[in-house]
């Protein structure tokens, strides 16, 4: 174990996503999304190292701290505004120190989803490299399913980083696209093996001949849930399991619900934490994917982790699924054809032997590519050419 004072890394994480709760023992029943869920296992395999420690930025106290080692949850402290300008001062760059103090000889902070221009501010006036983690689709996806206000703030993190560090080559390409920016580094995605330790192995679940269809995601334009009413519509015989963030004002979003709710075979789950949603890819399910874009969904990598087939609409990861089947399938791809994907669905369905191939398949490959220690590895190599 390497000595406090001998770190040669130090990585912060911006108070958002707080994923701090898939860190504590027991897992805080938080509801994370893909972002945190990413951030929490990166964060995990760093610590093992030894040679990193990793901070923590929170808005506000906690009752529990994580039980990672080397991993310090710290509240940010509030500068004073008001006073005798040169004691201000003072005790506001004594208050600033505190924050950001580190014992790496080298320090990044990375944020994901959100950050404040007056915490960039303060960031760069310790002179700490920001590092915009593009681990999510929404910033690529210039279309009317984002908002036309999440794409200008979008545009706005991008100006604030000191580096932008995409998953995969879909969204290099679309960041240079549609922003300019033709110097994104490229780091993959990473998974965590083996799965949630709470989980039930796969040999705990009988596969049938009547799975259930597992969607997860958020009630967003760019997940085009509404495809989940036709789909239920067209395998009446097949349960759905819908995940889904919980339930809002926005009119969309109680629209589709409504829509759902007619669906006899239709379960609609308004949030689930973590630790239960992991629970549910061991269970007998095909995880169904209806994004319009995604480089690597999180519900992919989930899927492989527990070794269950994945068929998507539109999305084929780069190449990575069919739209046939294949001995060495990794998944499935329907190119935007509704009927095709329901004929897979349907093919899938009455053959357990084959999902549990294809799952299998997902499972070593994504272990291959994305082992996590293996990608921290790259990420400390990233850091040593700032």
Known sequence: MTAPNNYRYTVFFVPTPNFTGLLAIPERP??????????????????????????????????????????????LQSMISRGVPYLSRKLNKNTEKNNFRHQGKQAIVFFSTSIS????????????????????????????????????????????????????????????DIYGHDSTFLMPCLVEFPAMSTAKSNQDTSLTNRPTLLWAGRCSGVKRPWFLTQLAQLIPELNFKLVMSQMTDNQYDRA??????????VEVINGLPHEELMNL????????????????????????????PFVSLEVDLGGLLDDGFREESLGLCAHGDLNLMVQQIRKLAT?????????????????????ADKIAAQWIAFMDTL
């Open 117 to 176: 221009p007056s915490l960039v501010s303060r960031i760069k006036a310790q002179h700490i490299p920001l590092a915009f983690w593009v681990n999510g689709d929404s910033l690529v996806d210039k279309s009317s399913l984002i908002p036309a206000t999440a794409q200008k703030q979008n545009e706005g993190f991008l100006e604030f980083a000191n580096y932008i560090i995409a998953q995969n080559k879909y969204q290099q390409q679309k960041l240079q």
């Open 351 to 371: 053959d357990p032997e084959r999902r549990l191939r294809i799952g299998r398949a997902a499972s070593d490959y994504a272990y291959k590519q994305w082992n």
């Open 30 to 75: 938080w509801t994370v999304g893909g972002t945190g869920q990413t951030c929490a296992i990166l964060t995990r395999a760093l610590s093992r190292r030894g040679d990193t420690e990793i901070i923590l930025l929170l808005d506000k106290p906690q009752d529990f701290s994580p039980n990672v080692p080397r991993v310090e949850a710290r509240v």
């Open 281 to 308: 890819y061991h269970e007998d399910i095909i995880v169904i994917n209806t994004s319009a874009s995604e480089g690597l969904p999180n519900t992919y990598i989930e899927a492989a982790q527990a070794q269950r």
């Open 256 to 265: 589709i619900r409504l829509d759902l709710s007619r669906c006899p075979n």
